[in-house]
């Protein structure tokens, strides 16, 4: 059997500052530790 592939999504509340800043701090925490991850549409646009 091989290695499942995964991917982790990443959603914040648009309405809080301090909530997209958390959502950047962990998405480049799992993108540093080599995680494949995928934002949400609307928060692309914010980071």
């Known amino acids: 059997m091989g290695q499942e592939e995964k991917a982790i999504a990443i959603t914040s509340r ?3 500052i ?3 800043r958390l ?3 962990i998405m480049s ?3 540093e ?3 494949r991850v ?3 549409k ?3 646009n914010r980071l």
Do not use: N, T, V, Y
């Open 23 to 25: 959502a950047k701090r």
């Open 14 to 16: 648009m309405d809080s």
């Open 42 to 44: 609307r928060i692309c």
């Open 33 to 35: 530790k080599g995680e």
């Open 29 to 31: 925490f799992l993108i």
């Open 38 to 40: 995928f934002l949400e």
């Open 18 to 20: 301090e909530s997209i």
